[in-house]
């Protein structure tokens, strides 16, 4: 067993693969805010140590155990944060994509309020194409099948069917990370 496998148990790491050829296949992800406490992206370990050591990053969140070097001793970074400010553009430009659309809507069907997995799910038109409608980040939601086959090419309105929340652009779409530590939770 590695020390960055004996750690995981120990300091609530998260595991990560790197698939470029050569990369290490054990590495752990550390969770990197801005200097307003926002999050902004998770970085290997030896990232995170990198920009400990510049001066680029402060630890906030540690675990118990230490990284340790002929000269020195450092706690295992779990979140740290940048400080200088790292500006970031507040409209992206966010593909409407069948996978974005399905996170936004959290698998819930906005018709009947279904939570349900991916294959069950298809995205619908709120104004039909065939009416004009946009395929645009306004316009589409997540749809299980028998809802969106009622709903056919008729507006909600018409089909007497009601949104469970309209749907709108996201700020920005937050990749899921299915074991949060407890020490990212309230960053995120």
Known sequence: MSFLESLSSVAGLVPATDDRPGAQQNMYRVLVLNTTYEPLNTVSLPRAVALLLADKAEIVEAAEARLRSQHLTLPVPLVIRLVTYVRIPRRLPLAVT????????????????RSLPSA?????????????????WENIVAACKPCNHR????????????LRRQPFRPRYLALVVVDVPPAWQKYL
């Open 151 to 162: 709903k056919g090419d008729r507006t909600p309105a018409e089909a007497h069917m009601r």
């Open 98 to 113: 069948r996978r974005a659309v399905l996170s936004r809507d959290n698998y819930v069907c906005q018709y009947c309020g």
């Open 120 to 136: 069950e799910l298809t995205l619908d038109h709120v104004l039909p194409r065939c009416r004009g409608g946009r395929t645009c």
